[in-house]
Structures are given as C-alpha cells and as structure tokens.
C-alpha cells in the first residue's frame, strides 16, 4: 500500500510540472488590447459598449461637473489608461481611452465625446442612413460610423437619404459628387441642435470589382477588428484547451489513485 502511494505521489509530481508547459503556448500569445466594457460614474454607456467600436458620441445633463471613467479590459493582463480632463466643461470634452496588452506592444485606443449639457439637444445621431439602390455595408445601426458601398457603372454621385434622431438635428452630405472611376469617400455630418456637438459618418463608395487602396481606413480597420476578434477567439480556444487538459488530468490521477487504493486493499486481504 504504501509504494502505490509513493507512485501516486511521484506521478502527480510530473503531471503537476507539465502543466506549465501547456500554459506556455497562451501566456506568450496574449496580445489583446480590447476592452470588455466601459462605464461612467458606475453606468453603461450609451449607446451600448461593443468592443469592436471605438468611437462614441455621449451625451451628460448639465448636472454632472465631474465624472469617473471605467475601463474595464478584456483581458484582466492588459492596461488602460484614460486621457483626458474629467473636470466637465459646458460642450464638447474629448477623451482617448488607450489600452495596452500584456505584450506590451499591441496597443488600441477607444474615443468618447462626451458632450455636457441638455442630453437630447446634444443628439447627434442618425436614425436611418440609406443610399437609393445599393446596400450599406455593414447593414446600418446605432454603432457604426463608417460604411462601404459598391456601385456598378459609372455614377456622379449618390442618392443619400440620412434622417436625424433628433429632427432640429443639421445633417451636410460632403463630397457627394465628381466621382472617380474608382474610390469616393462621402462624409454625412450631423451638427445637434445645441449647435456644439457633432458626429460624422463615412460612406466609402467603391466601383465593384475594383481593388483599390482605401484612404479612409475602413478596409483596414476592418482587417483590424477581424485580426482582434480572430485572436479572441484563438485565445478563448486555448483557455477551454487548457482547462480541458487539467479537468482530464485531474479525473486521470483519481482515477489511478483509486486503482492503486484498491490493488492496496486486496493484497492487504491476502
């Protein structure tokens, strides 16, 4: 009985070594530089938080003189650092949330635009965006500021129709005409009705079948959040890999342990 308890003991020993080894692969992997919420004075933001967007335009009553930004990463490795002033002036108050990942390297920055006064005269937000004849891509929301659009032909411009949440709301459509053959970006800017906050979405208008580089950044911001989520996604998988490894382990030494007990037990009986 007692040498099967010295092997018990020796066999956890190694199982219990190995284990870093399996963790290794996804400590030095960790480059996520996403947040997993953001909250002021303890709230949710709105509009809602996703970690794929970041940029917000926020509204704060007249009441708030001072507020507390929480960033809450993604990765509990990571760092956030909030930069800007949040002693509140009346208007517009700018603010770069910057989070590093445990790499050290893989940096991304959030944006809000926090504007203080009476919160639905600071509405700057579009509640339909469309363009006559071609879809949006992505499909419009409430999230998203840039858009691609793909034309067929040869067009001058194109026919936008963009509605305010807010119907005293200003909205300009930019740069809606001479059209190259290829690349055309519009910019569709709402000013609110307290004449101080704005938002600015992006069309970015491309001939179909074209390949083209993309000034505006949308196809390489949307690279980026495609390379982020796949890295999630990767990391995700090798935390369940992980724990899946040390569940079957675990299940592997009672296992073994109660082999030996019992192996134990009937040569004691002899």
């Given at each position: 009985?007692?040498?099967?308890?010295?092997?018990?003991?020796?066999?956890?020993?190694?199982?219990?070594?190995?284990?870093p080894?399996?963790?290794?692969?996804a400590?030095?992997?960790n480059?996520n530089?996403?947040?997993?919420?953001?909250?002021?004075?303890?709230q949710?933001?709105?509009?809602?938080?996703?970690?794929?967007?970041?940029?917000?335009?926020?509204?704060?009553?007249?009441?708030?003189d001072?507020?507390?930004?929480?960033?809450?990463?993604?990765?509990p490795?990571a760092?956030a650092?909030v930069i800007?002033?949040?002693?509140?002036k009346t208007?517009?108050?700018?603010?770069e949330i910057k989070?590093?990942a445990?790499?050290?390297?893989t940096?991304n920055?959030y944006?809000?635009?926090?504007?203080?006064?009476d919160?639905?005269?600071?509405?700057?937000?579009?509640?339909?965006?469309?363009?006559?004849?071609?879809?949006?891509?992505p499909?419009f929301?409430?999230?998203d500021?840039?858009?691609?659009v793909e034309?067929?032909g040869y067009?001058?411009?194109?026919?936008?129709?963009?509605?305010?949440e807010n119907e005293n709301?200003k909205?300009?459509?930019?740069?809606?005409?001479?059209?190259?053959?290829?690349?055309?970006?519009?910019?569709?800017?709402?000013?609110?009705e307290?004449?101080?906050?704005?938002?600015?979405?992006?069309l970015?208008?491309?001939?179909?079948?074209?390949?083209?580089?993309?000034?505006?950044?949308?196809?390489?911001?949307?690279a980026?959040?495609?390379?982020?989520?796949?890295?999630?996604?990767?990391?995700?998988?090798?935390?369940?890999?992980?724990w899946?490894?040390i569940?079957?382990?675990?299940?592997?030494?009672?296992?073994?342990?109660?082999i030996m007990?019992?192996?134990?037990?009937k040569k004691?009986?002899k």
């Amino acid at each position: 009985m007692k040498k099967s308890i010295f092997v018990f003991i020796i066999m956890v020993v190694m199982i219990i070594s190995l284990l870093p080894i399996t963790k290794v692969e996804a400590v030095m992997k960790n480059n996520n530089p996403l947040l997993r919420d953001i909250k002021i004075d303890g709230q949710d933001i709105e509009p809602q938080f996703d970690q794929f967007i970041t940029d917000y335009v926020i509204a704060i009553g007249n009441d708030k003189d001072k507020i507390e930004i929480e960033a809450i990463t993604d990765d509990p490795n990571a760092t956030a650092e909030v930069i800007g002033d949040t002693n509140l002036k009346t208007g517009v108050n700018d603010f770069e949330i910057k989070v590093t990942a445990e790499d050290g390297t893989t940096t991304n920055s959030y944006y809000l635009h926090i504007t203080k006064g009476d919160p639905e005269k600071a509405n700057a937000n579009l509640k339909n965006l469309e363009v006559k004849g071609i879809p949006l891509n992505p499909t419009f929301n409430d999230k998203d500021i840039n858009y691609l659009v793909e034309y067929e032909g040869y067009i001058e411009s194109l026919d936008i129709t963009a509605i305010p949440e807010n119907e005293n709301a200003k909205v300009e459509i930019l740069d809606n005409n001479n059209f190259s053959s290829t690349l055309h970006i519009v910019t569709i800017k709402v000013t609110a009705e307290d004449g101080i906050t704005t938002k600015e979405y992006k069309l970015t208008a491309k001939k179909a079948g074209e390949s083209v580089e993309d000034p505006s950044g949308l196809e390489e911001y949307e690279a980026d959040l495609e390379q982020a989520k796949q890295e999630k996604q990767k990391e995700t998988y090798q935390q369940y890999i992980l724990w899946g490894v040390i569940a079957f382990v675990i299940l592997l030494v009672i296992i073994v342990f109660m082999i030996m007990v019992k192996r134990g037990k009937k040569k004691e009986q002899k």
